[in-house]
């Protein structure tokens, strides 16, 4: 062995490298993914039931969809918008009556067992269609689902249904579940889901109520080297504040959702090693509406719903309300949905004299005190952003002299007061779009639906013209004609206004410049995470 | 020396009357200097203090001017802080004379009732009633009242274990009173100085409950209060946090001031009962 020895020339050579290395990653080396790491990320909430497959929202999604996955995940560049998940192929028979999905080889759940036609087939039957918020509408005519072998699973539905919609409805209604830890006993009650079991490259570890969501890396993950990060831990959070100062603090290295207030974007963009990303929430558009009890005889006249559509100044509230980080709305589908909207709609400019004009037409005439007439608003609470609009909605009634009484209630109390008891006049509330009318939107339209139901037409809204026109368009298979009947949809809508869209806001993430591979699809934030590592 | 005259002496109660009469200032020319609707949109949003000076105090996140809100919100502050301080007191002088004057069972009965009031904490108690009923501005007097009565009711009962010994209550009985007309007319009114001495620790406690309350989002949305400007502002606290701050310096003052004069007029008054 030679003995080492220092001169000025390898001490200058070997820092030279040094140099060289560390400058290398950010230029070369950047879409190298790392492996290892524990990802730390805010969580804002603690949903109570983790089972995606039976409660088909953001909040479930954002953990669990990381140990559960769906037959196929939304993409910026895939085919129909669509990337494979749990099936490789899907195909829509002509009649509209079958759908045949070809399902990935090897894939093992968390406990080991293999993941075969059978579990799709009970998840399908017995959770999404019976189960699910979101499935008992799309699936509501899958009849059986058959498997001839253990990769192909052929959906059978009892009517013509739209392959279009099935397609749409992959990412998020389609959370496959294991059938050996489900077929025994209620499956509502299952253990499993407070701590789920999936396929997915991450596995559920723990929960601390309160503290923390820990999950670890799958080993026996379907893809090739993935998942890259060994650890998620879900660090709760509730109070928006405290996301931002856990950022600057680097105690979190991801803040989704806008769980950092958007007043405080502009600042924590300029903190050196954080970036504010909007992109990765494509799939994900959430409408601000006004949703309209037209049981009020004031509210059943058109006129009025339209004097309140002209009172709104959409782009006061995108500059204020949402500083920036929205979009006005024209109708009930979001301006960035690639399939299905049009602008070609009746719009309602921001016209005080003309709403006050309609209001003399309608016969309620303003009163010795300027007021018209009062109303009950009730603002969701979900948001910081709809609760300002609400502020902000009784100022703009008041410019056209309707009196606008604001009542706040917690999450709970408003869903009932609002879906349940019917007790309001006007509210605010934020729908999502989720890719397909016929998912969650014509729901908030359509007349029938039983009272209870959250995020649906409680405003006893009878419209037979638009009735027919979402049946029909449910039964039409042809993906063009079927487009063509939403867009008349949005027009009548706009035209009829049982609501009022107002704008529509997406999600910011906030987040450590060392994560890799942020926001690279449109459902980022609620998508497995297998490809996002961690630099350093 | 006349009892004003002692009064002004204090420092502390100058100054605590200084502020007070600043706040009842503000209080009654709100609807003078902003005759409108105070959550009006009055400018751009977030505009800083001393910017613009026709919005000195600057705007909130969807351009209110503040200062308006300052002032109309200290209406609601005084007028809930002096509404639930008048019921907690009248409520608690009557249980307390009752108490006191009837005795036995009756006062068991009734003591027994204050004594659970007492133990719940007055802001849990506040915070149930209203998430129950729902918030308006009765219910949140009503809901801090209720939490407040306790201490008067104990105070006048013990007045009035003393006063009830006394000779003209001996003197009453004797011609003849109803006893609820001796517990009410003759011995109430005597019981009544140390009761009083309570009420400015029971309307600041008010003002901060009602603000606690408000911040909590449980205050009647259709006015400006203090604590609803100041967890709105909270949203913004790092970006700005005036929001917050003005507010906050608005309600410590003021409980600061009624405290003050509070302390002022016990100690008055002590003065002229040991000088008598």
Not at chain 1, 153 to 176: C, E, G, M, Y
Not at chain 1, 245 to 265: C, G, K, M, R, T
Not at chain 2, 209 to 217: D, H, I, P, V
């Amino acid at each position: 062995m030679s003995e080492v020895t220092i001169s000025r020339r390898s001490v200058l050579a070997g820092s030279a490298l040094l140099l060289a290395s560390t400058a290398l990653p950010t230029i070369g080396w950047a879409q190298t993914p790392k492996k290892g790491g524990r990802l730390v990320v805010a969580a804002d909430s603690e949903p109570r039931n983790l089972n995606p497959a039976i409660v088909a929202s953001n909040g479930v999604f954002f953990i669990s969809s990381k140990i559960v996955e769906p037959l196929a995940e939304a993409s910026f560049d895939g085919k129909d918008g669509l990337d494979p998940r749990l099936a490789t192929s899907w195909e829509g028979a002509a009649d509209g009556l079958s759908v045949t999905f070809k399902l990935r080889e090897g894939v093992k759940w968390h406990d080991g067992k293999p993941f075969t036609s059978a579990d799709v087939a009970f998840s399908a039957l017995q959770i999404w269609k019976p189960l699910q918020n979101l499935g008992r509408t799309v699936f509501k005519d899958l009849e059986a689902v058959d498997t001839p072998d253990e990769l192909t699973a052929v959906f059978k539905f009892a009517r013509p249904t739209p392959f279009q919609l099935i397609r749409n409805a992959l990412p998020a209604l389609t959370s496959v579940v294991p059938k050996h830890i489900y077929e025994t006993g209620k499956i509502e009650e299952n253990p499993a889901n407070n701590a789920p079991i999936g396929t997915g490259p991450f596995k559920f570890a723990e929960h601390k109520s309160g503290e923390y969501y820990r999950l670890e890396r799958n080993g026996d993950y379907w893809g090739q080297d993935q998942p890259y990060l060994d650890e998620i831990i879900y660090q709760v959070l509730p109070d928006r504040t405290s996301a931002a100062s856990a950022l600057e603090a680097e105690e979190i290295q991801l803040a989704a959702f806008s769980a950092v207030p958007l007043a405080d974007l502009d600042r924590i963009s300029k903190v050196p090693g954080l970036k504010v990303i909007t992109k990765g929430y494509e799939a994900l558009t959430y409408q601000l509406v006004v949703e309209i009890n037209h049981r009020r005889k004031e509210l059943a006249d058109l006129k009025v719903r339209q004097a309140i559509a002209h009172a709104i100044d959409k782009d006061f509230v995108v500059k204020t309300v949402f500083l920036g980080y929205a979009a006005t709305a024209t109708g009930p589908v979001p301006k960035n949905d690639p399939q299905f909207y049009t602008a070609d709609v009746p719009t309602y400019v921001f016209d005080v004299a003309k709403a006050n004009a309609l209001l003399d037409e309608a016969g309620y005439s303003k009163g010795d005190n300027g007021k018209r007439f009062s109303l009950k608003l009730l603002p969701a609470p979900y948001f910081n952003e709809t609760k300002q609009f609400g502020d902000y909605l009784r100022q703009a009634l008041a410019a056209i002299g309707i009196d606008a009484q604001l009542v706040n209630n917690d999450s709970a109390a408003h869903i009932k007061a609002v879906y349940t008891d019917h007790a309001f006049d006007l509210a605010v509330g934020p729908p999502v779009f989720r890719g397909d009318p016929a998912i969650s939107t014509t729901i908030l339209v359509q007349s029938g639906i039983p009272d209870g139901v959250p995020f649906s037409n409680q405003g006893g809204y009878k419209n037979d013209e638009l009735d027919a026109l979402i049946a029909k368009a449910s039964e039409t298979l042809d993906p063009a004609a079927r487009t063509e009947l939403y867009k008349e949809f949005q027009k009548k809508v706009a035209a009829d206004l049982p609501l009022i869209n107002v704008a529509e806001w997406s999600f910011i993430s906030v987040v450590r410049d060392t994560v890799g591979n942020v926001a690279n699809n449109p459902r980022w934030a609620v998508s497995n995470w297998a490809d996002t590592y961690l630099e350093s | 020396m006349s009892p004003l005259r002692r009064f002004l002496c204090t420092p502390e109660a100058i100054a605590g009357a200084i502020i007070l009469a600043a706040l009842f200032a503000m209080a009654l020319t709100a609807p003078l200097f902003f005759p409108g609707d105070p959550q009006a949109i009055a400018g751009p949003a977030l505009l800083p203090p001393f910017q613009d000076w026709s919005l000195p105090l600057g705007t909130d996140r969807l351009g209110r001017d503040v200062l308006a809100a300052l002032l109309h919100g200290a209406r609601t502050s005084l007028a809930v802080g002096l509404a639930a301080a008048a019921a907690a007191l009248a409520v608690g002088a009557v249980v307390g004379t009752l108490a006191g004057f009837a005795g036995g069972l009756v006062d068991e009965v009734l003591m027994r009732i204050t004594d659970a009031f007492q133990t719940v904490p007055s802001f849990l108690l506040a915070l149930a009633f209203v998430s129950v009923v729902g918030p308006s501005l009765g219910v949140v007097v009503a809901a801090i009242a209720l939490g407040a009565w306790t201490g008067p009711a104990r105070v006048a009962r013990a007045e009035v274990l003393s006063i009830r010994e006394r000779d003209f209550v001996a003197g009453a009985r004797v011609i003849g009173m109803h006893p609820l007309e001796i517990a009410f007319r003759e011995v109430l009114p005597n019981a009544l100085p140390p009761v009083l001495a309570l009420s400015s620790v029971i309307v600041a406690a008010a003002i901060l409950t009602e603000a606690a309350l408000s911040f909590l989002g449980l205050g009647d949305p259709n006015r400006v209060t203090w604590g609803g400007m100041i967890a709105e502002g909270r949203a913004v606290l790092r970006t700005a946090p005036f929001l917050s701050i003005i507010p906050g310096v608005a309600l410590v003052l003021t409980v600061l001031g009624i405290y003050l004069a509070g302390e002022g007029v016990v100690e008055t008054a002590a003065v002229r009962r040991s000088l008598s």
